[in-house]
């Protein structure tokens, strides 16, 4: 069965560096999305991609996020300048965009640690 | 904003017996409402979701059900078993533009224990 891939599976980095998490799409999905989980709160929504652009972000999605999809294939999550608050789970999930309801398939996580 | 509460937040039971797990939403708008189980070191994995337009639907030993007037909906897990042990979430969403329910809200999860 087609799975959502992420790397890495733990990052660990310094406040203020700028870290990249990676996420392989299943292969014929449209729609991209990155949430995010401190340790004991929710599942928070942070962004939603499709057709090159970002659809919607939340407010925790500020000027230090960034997402592309660099070569058709990857999906990337940059934290240009990171701080301690940023360390969580990151999922990355992708739906085919098509289908009532239109599921969305979760990867297994990045988890991000800032000292 | 749409906002989900979820009760309880730990959940032990007896092996063979039913777990429901609770969840109310905040935005009338909202229109699919899907339940994730995440076991460690996993991310989630939809187990079952009903819409708006449907007041339970049933998979195997899972049913959801859905009160819109109430806004609230629930997960019944009958005949539980030790492999159900896991971290449930539930979420609410609505549609977007396009063909995408767009963004999940989630409530906070219940951490099931099923003992043998």
């Known amino acids: 069965e087609p799975e959502v891939t992420q790397t890495p599976s733990h990052q660990v980095t310094q406040m203020g560096q700028e870290v990249i998490l990676r996420c392989v799409p299943i292969s014929n999905h449209l729609y991209f999305y990155w949430y995010r989980q401190i340790l004991g709160q929710k599942v928070e929504f942070l962004v939603s991609f499709y057709n090159n652009e970002i659809s919607e972000k939340s407010e925790i999605f500020d000027d230090q996020f960034s997402v592309e999809r660099p070569d058709g294939s990857n999906f990337t999550l940059k934290i240009r300048s990171t701080k301690l608050e940023d360390s969580a789970m990151y999922f990355c999930?992708?739906?085919?965009?098509?289908?009532?309801?239109?599921?969305?398939?979760f990867g297994p996580g990045t988890r991000l640690t800032v000292l | 904003g749409e906002n989900v509460e979820q009760h309880p937040s730990t959940l032990s039971v007896q092996e063979g017996d039913s777990a429901v797990i609770k969840c109310t939403y905040s935005?009338?708008?909202?229109?699919?409402f899907p339940w994730y189980k995440q076991e460690l070191g996993k991310g989630p994995q939809l187990i079952i979701d009903?819409?708006?337009?449907?007041g339970e639907k049933k998979d195997q030993r899972i049913a959801v059900t859905l009160n819109k007037t109430a806004k609230h909906f629930s997960l019944h897990i009958t005949e539980t078993q030790p492999e159900d042990s896991a971290v449930y979430f539930c979420a609410a969403s609505k549609r977007a533009g396009g063909t995408s329910y767009g963004k999940l809200t989630f409530g906070q999860g219940t951490i099931l224990t099923v003992h043998p």
């Open positions: 009903i819409r708006s337009n449907v």
């Open positions: 999930a992708t739906s085919r965009g098509q289908g009532t309801p239109d599921t969305q398939y």
């Open positions: 935005d009338s708008a909202s229109n699919y």
